[in-house]
Every structure is written in C-alpha cells, then in structure tokens.
C-alpha cells in the first residue's frame, strides 16, 4: 500500500507528506524480508538449511538488480514520452522543446539555469515515471502477497 501512496505524491509534495509511507515501506519490506528467510529455511531438513539459505540468498540479489534495473528502465522510457507532452504544456517553444528532449535523453546536464516552465515540465514528466515504477512495484508486491497467502503452507519435519 504504501508504494501504492507514494505513486499518488506529485513532484511538489513535501517531505512531511511523504515520511510516514517512507516508514510503512521501510517497516513492511521488514516485516517480508526476515519471515521468507525463516519459512524458506523451515521448509527444507537441517541437512539441507545451506543449500536453503544460498537459494534465498541467490534469489534475493537477481531479483534486486532485475527489480532495480526493469524499474529504472520504466521510469526513464515512461518520462521520455511524457516529456514533450509536458513541455507543451508548459508553453516551450519548439527549438527548446527538442534541446531539452536531446538532453534529457543523453543525460546531459547544462552550465546555466533552466527557465521555470522547463524545470516544471521536467518535474512533471520524472513524477510521472517514478509514479509508473511505484505503481508497478505495488502491483507486483500485492500479487505476490496473494501468491503467498494462497501457496505456502507450513509443512513440519518428521524427525
């Protein structure tokens, strides 16, 4: 729930608005974390708590790189179609329109300010693809929450 808040915070929103669902996320990813290393443990013999134990491992640092670089990926495709959209809006002349979509998508960053209504529209278009990656997390986290209510029994050891 808490990734499904953060997606709701505009590019304007406050760090006071924002602390408490930086807490819940922080305490639920708490609250997953430990109990999937213990039930992945008890689920397996003592023989076999090694082999377990670096499965979970293994699992947990794939799928933070591939989380981290398919998220990373949406948020920028997501903000470079936004952009212009955005720019538009903000009434950027066409010549700059397109210096500004070059640079954005080099990741070129300029010597001299930028001029207010690009800086809002560079906002809005990064907002909205963080928002598109806090959405899909959310996604992802709620169906693998149902998953797991659904699938993992707890099986005890016949000793």
Known sequence: MASF?????????????RWALFVLFGAASALVVAPATAAAMASVA????????????????VGSVLGSSLL????????????????????????????????????????QPLPD?????????????????????GIVFLVTAVLALALIRNRPHQP
């Open 5 to 17: 808040g953060l997606a709701a915070q505009g590019p304007t929103t406050t760090f006071a608005h």
């Open 72 to 111: 990373g990926t949406l948020l920028t495709t997501t903000m470079l179609a936004d952009l212009p959209d955005r720019l538009a809006a903000h009434q950027v002349g066409e010549p700059t329109r397109s210096a500004v979509r070059t640079a954005v998508a080099a990741g070129a960053t300029g010597d």
């Open 46 to 61: 003592p023989t076999q708590a090694g082999m377990a134990s670096g499965a979970v491992n293994a699992a947990r640092q």
């Open 117 to 137: 209504p690009v800086r809002s529209a560079i906002a809005e278009a990064m907002t909205s693809g963080v928002q598109a990656g806090l959405r899909v997390n």
